[in-house]
T-cell receptor, first 112, second 117 residues
Framework: EDQVTQSPEALRLQEGESSSLNCSYT??????LFWYRQDPGKGPEFLFT???AGEEKEKERLKATLTKKESFLHITAPKPEDSATYLC?????????????FGGGTRVLVKP | NAGVTQTPKFQVLKTGQSMTLQCAQD?????MYWYRQDPGMGLRLIYY???????DKGEVPNGYNVSRLNKREFSLRLESAAPSQTSVYFC????????????????FGAGSRLTVL
C-alpha cells in the first residue's frame, strides 16, 4: 500500500528564516511525486511534479528535491505570503485511475 | 476558464438526511475524483471515475455513491448522512499522460464544507 508521511505537522518561521519540509514515501513504482499548496478555505494548488531521484525544481522561493525515499520542499527567505499548508502526494506506476495518495500536510506560518 | 466548480460551498444536514454534491469541469479532462479532507488525516479518496461511464471505489467509499453524468460532471451523493461524514469535500479532475512517465496533475475545486448534526 502506498504511504506518504509529512513532517513537521506545523512550522512557524520568521520572515527570511529559511527551512525545509520533509515528505517520506513508500510506493510500488513511482510515476510522480507532487507538491501542492493549500490556502485556508481553498482547494490544493499544484506546485511541482518530480519524476526520479536527483531531480530538482524551483519556483520563486520554493525548491523541491527528490530521493528514492523522500522529498524535501525548501523555502528560502520566506515571506508572509508563503504561509499555507503544503501537501505532498505520490502517484504509483500502477495507480488505479491515476489517483494520488496524499500526506497529512505541513502548515507553515511565516511571521513578519 | 473556470476549471473545477463545486456546489454547494457550505451545507448543514441533520443525521439521516440525504444530499448531492455537484462537480463540473470545463477542461475536457477524462478522469474525475472525490476526496475528503479531515484534520490530521490528509486527503482521502472516496470514489473516482477514470473515464466517462466508469466509476470505482477509493479508500473510504462507505456511505457514498457517485454518478458520472457525462464527461464534465461527477456528483457525490450521501444517502443517509452521519456525523462521521462531517468534512470538507474536494472534487478534482485530470487528463492522463500530461507529464513525463505518464504522471498526471490533478486540478482541484474550491471545496464543499459539509456539517452533519
Amino acid at each position: 500500500e502506498d504511504q506518504v508521511t509529512q513532517s513537521p505537522e506545523a512550522l512557524r518561521l520568521q520572515e527570511g528564516e529559511s527551512s525545509s519540509l520533509n515528505c517520506s514515501y513508500t510506493v510500488s513504482g513511482l510515476r510522480g511525486l507532487f507538491w501542492y499548496r493549500q490556502d485556508p478555505g481553498k482547494g490544493p494548488e499544484f506546485l511541482f511534479t518530480l519524476y526520479s531521484a536527483g531531480e530538482e525544481k524551483e519556483k520563486e522561493r520554493l525548491k523541491a528535491t527528490l530521493t528514492k525515499k523522500e522529498s524535501f520542499l525548501h523555502i528560502t527567505a520566506p515571506k508572509p505570503e508563503d504561509s499555507a499548508t503544503y501537501l505532498c502526494a505520490v502517484q504509483a506506476a500502477k495507480a488505479a485511475g491515476n489517483k494520488l495518495t496524499f500526506g497529512g500536510g505541513t502548515r507553515v506560518l511565516v511571521k513578519p | 476558464n473556470a476549471g473545477v466548480t463545486q456546489t454547494p460551498k457550505f451545507q448543514v444536514l441533520k443525521t439521516g438526511q440525504s444530499m448531492t454534491l455537484q462537480c463540473a469541469q470545463d477542461m475536457n479532462h477524462n478522469s474525475m475524483y472525490w476526496y475528503r479532507q479531515d484534520p490530521g488525516m490528509g486527503l482521502r479518496l472516496i470514489y473516482y471515475s477514470a473515464s466517462e461511464g466508469t466509476t470505482d471505489k477509493g479508500e473510504v467509499p462507505n456511505g457514498y455513491n457517485v454518478s458520472r453524468l457525462n464527461k464534465r460532471e461527477f456528483s457525490l451523493r450521501l444517502e443517509s448522512a452521519a456525523p462521521s461524514q462531517t468534512s470538507v469535500y474536494f472534487c478534482a479532475s485530470s487528463y492522463p499522460g500530461q507529464g513525463r512517465s505518464g504522471a498526471n496533475v490533478l486540478t482541484f475545486g474550491a471545496g464543499s464544507r459539509l456539517t452533519v448534526l
